[in-house]
Protein backbone atom coordinates (compact mmCIF):
# COMPACT_ATOMS: atom_id res chain seq x y z
CA UNK A 1 0.00 0.00 0.00
CA UNK A 2 1.10 3.18 -0.99
CA UNK A 3 -0.29 6.55 0.23
CA UNK A 4 0.11 10.00 -1.71
CA UNK A 5 -0.90 12.96 0.01
CA UNK A 6 -1.28 16.32 -1.81
CA UNK A 7 -2.86 19.96 -1.34
CA UNK A 8 -0.70 21.30 1.34
CA UNK A 9 0.79 24.72 1.17
CA UNK A 10 1.03 28.47 2.57
CA UNK A 11 -2.10 30.21 3.63
CA UNK A 12 -3.18 32.97 6.01
CA UNK A 13 -4.97 32.92 9.09
CA UNK A 14 -9.17 32.07 8.93
CA UNK A 15 -8.55 30.97 5.51
CA UNK A 16 -9.48 27.20 3.87
CA UNK A 17 -7.50 24.28 2.51
CA UNK A 18 -8.45 20.96 1.84
CA UNK A 19 -5.34 18.58 1.64
CA UNK A 20 -5.80 14.72 -0.09
CA UNK A 21 -4.35 11.26 0.24
CA UNK A 22 -4.69 8.90 -2.22
CA UNK A 23 -4.07 5.07 -2.09
CA UNK A 24 -2.66 2.26 -4.30
CA UNK A 25 -2.27 -1.17 -3.77
CA UNK A 26 -4.85 -2.85 -1.48
CA UNK A 27 -8.67 -2.39 -1.23
CA UNK A 28 -9.29 1.35 -0.21
CA UNK A 29 -12.57 0.58 0.59
CA UNK A 30 -11.08 -1.80 3.39
CA UNK A 31 -9.02 0.73 4.96
CA UNK A 32 -9.74 2.77 8.02
CA UNK A 33 -8.26 6.58 6.98
CA UNK A 34 -6.74 9.03 9.52
CA UNK A 35 -4.90 12.09 9.31
CA UNK A 36 -1.85 13.17 11.95
CA UNK A 37 0.33 16.41 12.36
CA UNK A 38 3.83 17.07 13.70
CA UNK A 39 4.96 20.37 14.60
CA UNK A 40 8.46 21.00 14.27
CA UNK A 41 10.12 19.86 17.68
CA UNK A 42 6.43 18.50 18.74
CA UNK A 43 5.28 14.91 18.42
CA UNK A 44 3.02 13.46 15.54
CA UNK A 45 -0.99 13.98 17.05
CA UNK A 46 -3.66 12.51 15.50
CA UNK A 47 -5.85 15.21 14.15
CA UNK A 48 -8.80 12.98 12.41
CA UNK A 49 -9.94 9.66 11.59
CA UNK A 50 -12.53 7.64 9.53
CA UNK A 51 -13.74 3.96 9.19
CA UNK A 52 -13.84 2.45 6.51
CA UNK A 53 -17.30 2.80 5.75
CA UNK A 54 -17.60 6.36 6.31
CA UNK A 55 -20.11 6.02 8.79
CA UNK A 56 -17.73 6.95 11.88
CA UNK A 57 -15.29 9.86 12.06
CA UNK A 58 -13.57 11.00 14.73
CA UNK A 59 -11.57 14.89 15.65
CA UNK A 60 -9.28 15.67 17.89
CA UNK A 61 -10.34 18.74 20.38
CA UNK A 62 -8.27 21.27 19.16
CA UNK A 63 -9.76 20.50 15.11
CA UNK A 64 -13.28 19.63 15.99
CA UNK A 65 -15.66 21.56 14.06
CA UNK A 66 -13.23 23.21 12.06
CA UNK A 67 -11.77 20.59 9.44
CA UNK A 68 -13.93 17.10 8.45
CA UNK A 69 -12.08 14.39 6.90
CA UNK A 70 -14.25 12.22 4.41
CA UNK A 71 -13.39 9.23 1.27
CA UNK A 72 -14.10 8.60 -1.90
CA UNK A 73 -13.93 4.45 -2.09
CA UNK A 74 -13.80 5.02 -5.73
CA UNK A 75 -11.19 7.13 -5.95
CA UNK A 76 -9.14 5.53 -3.55
CA UNK A 77 -8.75 8.96 -1.77
CA UNK A 78 -9.90 10.24 1.87
CA UNK A 79 -9.82 14.25 1.95
CA UNK A 80 -8.99 16.43 5.09
CA UNK A 81 -11.25 19.59 4.88
CA UNK A 82 -9.26 22.71 6.99
CA UNK A 83 -11.48 25.30 7.51
CA UNK A 84 -10.43 28.61 9.82
CA UNK A 85 -7.07 27.50 9.74
CA UNK A 86 -4.88 28.70 12.25
CA UNK A 87 -1.06 29.82 12.62
CA UNK A 88 -0.94 26.06 15.39
CA UNK A 89 -1.98 24.40 12.67
CA UNK A 90 0.92 24.73 10.82
CA UNK A 91 2.46 21.72 10.60
CA UNK A 92 3.43 18.45 8.25
CA UNK A 93 0.16 16.32 7.90
CA UNK A 94 0.58 12.91 7.04
CA UNK A 95 -2.14 10.11 5.72
CA UNK A 96 -2.32 6.51 7.58
CA UNK A 97 -4.02 3.35 6.43
CA UNK A 98 -5.16 1.06 8.89
CA UNK A 99 -5.52 -2.32 6.54
CA UNK A 100 -6.65 -4.09 9.60
CA UNK A 101 -9.84 -2.13 10.34
CA UNK A 102 -12.64 -4.64 10.48
CA UNK A 103 -15.97 -3.95 9.03
CA UNK A 104 -17.84 -3.41 12.15
CA UNK A 105 -14.98 -0.56 13.75
CA UNK A 106 -14.85 3.14 14.34
CA UNK A 107 -12.63 5.04 13.04
CA UNK A 108 -8.65 4.31 14.17
CA UNK A 109 -7.65 7.07 16.48
CA UNK A 110 -4.17 5.96 17.58
CA UNK A 111 -1.08 6.28 15.36
CA UNK A 112 -0.11 2.49 16.70
CA UNK A 113 -2.93 1.34 14.88
CA UNK A 114 -1.84 2.36 11.36
CA UNK A 115 0.41 -0.20 9.22
CA UNK A 116 0.81 2.51 6.72
CA UNK A 117 1.86 6.14 6.16
CA UNK A 118 1.69 8.62 3.33
CA UNK A 119 5.03 11.17 2.64
CA UNK A 120 3.38 14.28 4.77
CA UNK A 121 2.32 17.99 2.87
CA UNK A 122 3.40 21.07 4.93
CA UNK A 123 0.52 23.21 5.58
CA UNK A 124 1.85 26.57 6.62
CA UNK A 125 -0.74 28.76 8.27
CA UNK A 126 0.91 32.73 8.51
CA UNK A 127 -1.13 34.93 11.28
Known amino acids: VQLQASGGGLVQAGDSLRVSCTASGGSFSRFNMGWFRQAPGKERDFVAG????????RYADSVRGRFTISRDNNRKTTYLQMNSLKPDDTAVYYCAADVTAILSSGATVTARGYEYWGQGTQVTVSS
Open 50 to 57: INRSGGDT
